[in-house]
């Protein structure tokens, strides 16, 4: 624990956190000790000193809406992560400036609901045969590891709506292994955004290796497609059909970066977040039981398809309370274009400015008893009761997510088709520790066994 004596007044509005204090714990423990700094700063905004990088940490939901939306100008997506992640992603989606406002403006079509409602049949099919290969491996084998298996379901589904299901499903393995490697590879990089890129640090092999991976399975892909295009929805025959910020037609490059960019974005983050999801539920029999009620009323025999999507209310609960208690956003970095005040604190230009999803999740002033999974918060009309912002997993302003939508009817649907016919039987007494990389996950695989209903 920190020294008492950095314990913030409840009115203080800037706390600084010196070096001897945090490094030590950060080094052993990041996100423990990110958590201890969340809650000793308790909602005022931090700063960390880190020794030669000092940044900036901003958790309660009206300095969050300063940072993402009244001021997002001043606060552009460039320094700590965005530099060493841009030689996976390149510079479009998940960059900034016009290249990413070019490559936003093309993307957005094919995640809007009315895109993702066309394609729900052929999502929940993909889904049901998934679940049906995992349903055969289950019996196969005693255990099951949960966030290879909800890897596996995910990286189906983007195959399908990202690539018209042009890989092959032992690339889509190897795709989703070197993405999951690239992101754990990169917490180093995260922490110490000072070391320049020629200096080594640990996990820089890993993630070049990763890098290459990504490209030995995505350049063809994109190559084939620009040279038999099909005229379909999927994102990659959308990109070669779009312009960049010049007008343009993209060059192989870019559509290579933007879909990298969303497979990194998409499919990590959503196989994490179904691995916490069975996590929560199964240290909650009496959520899981309501969850099975709702599945068997709504969905029944039937495959799970579009109808039943909107209907699956408490599925929404439930998933939206996972998202926050596991929030698989820990740090959304930013950094200040010119000098700012956030709420009285000066903000220095230059500064990075951390954005904690994670963190805001869990400030008892916003949320009570914050570290209950509790369903209920998500009730209709509660959200009336809190700020918009208390409650991100998905960002917000102009970068807020571009796949949230996907994400709610894909977990939905995923939800179903396995409840329908299973249970997943995750054991409660084995704790499941998080650690965080990129996301925050599991820091070991998690086991499960599937048992027919
Ligand atoms: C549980 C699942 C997901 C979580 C928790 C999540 C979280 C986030 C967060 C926090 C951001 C904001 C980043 C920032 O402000 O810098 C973001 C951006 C983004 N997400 Fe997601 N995401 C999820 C799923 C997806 C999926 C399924 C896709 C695509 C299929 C996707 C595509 C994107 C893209 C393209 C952006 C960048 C948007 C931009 O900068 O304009 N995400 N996501």
Known sequence: MLDSTEIPARESRLVTFPFHRIVPRLLRDPLAAFEDIGRRADGSIARLDLGPFR???????????????????????????????????GDGIAGEGEAWAASRATLQP??????????????????????????????????????????????????????????????????????????????????????????????????????????????????????????????????????????????????????????????????VALTWLWVNLAARPDVADRLYREIDEVVGTDAPGRDHVRQLRYTTMVLNESLRIHSVGWVVPRTSAAEDVIDGVPMPAGATVLVSPYLTHRLPAVWEDPLTFDPERFAPGRARERHPLAHLPFGAGVHECLGQHFFMVEAALIVAAVLRRFRPVVDPAVPVRAQASLTVRPARPVSFTLRPR
């Open 55 to 89: 940044p900036y940490l901003v958790t309660r939901p009206e300095h969050v809406q300063h940072v993402l939306r009244d001021n997002a100008a001043n606060y552009p997506r460039r320094g700590m992560m965005w530099e060493p992640f841009s030689r996976l992603v």
């Open 110 to 271: 094919a995640f809007a609901g009315r895109h993702i409602t066309a394609l729900l049949d052929e999502m929940a099919a993909t889904v049901d045969e998934a679940v049906a290969d995992l349903a055969g491996r289950a019996a196969r084998q005693q255990t099951l590891d949960l966030g290879l298996e909800m890897t596996r379901i995910v990286q189906r589904v983007l195959n399908l709506v990202f690539f018209g299901g042009r890989i092959r499903l032992e690339d889509a393995d190897r795709l989703g292994t070197a993405v999951s490697t690239a992101m754990m590879s990169f917490l180093w990089r995260m922490m110490m955004p000072f070391v320049p890129l020629t200096v080594p640090m640990p996990g820089d092999r890993a993630f070049r290796r990763s890098t290459r991976t990504v490209e030995e399975i995505l350049g063809p892909i994109v190559a084939e497609a620009r040279r038999s295009p099909t005229g379909g929805g999927d994102v990659v025959s959308l990109l070669l059909r779009g312009t960049g910020a010049d007008g343009a037609p993209l060059s192989d490059r870019q559509v290579r970066d933007d879909i990298v960019g969303l497979w990194v974005a998409g499919s990590e983050s959503t196989a």
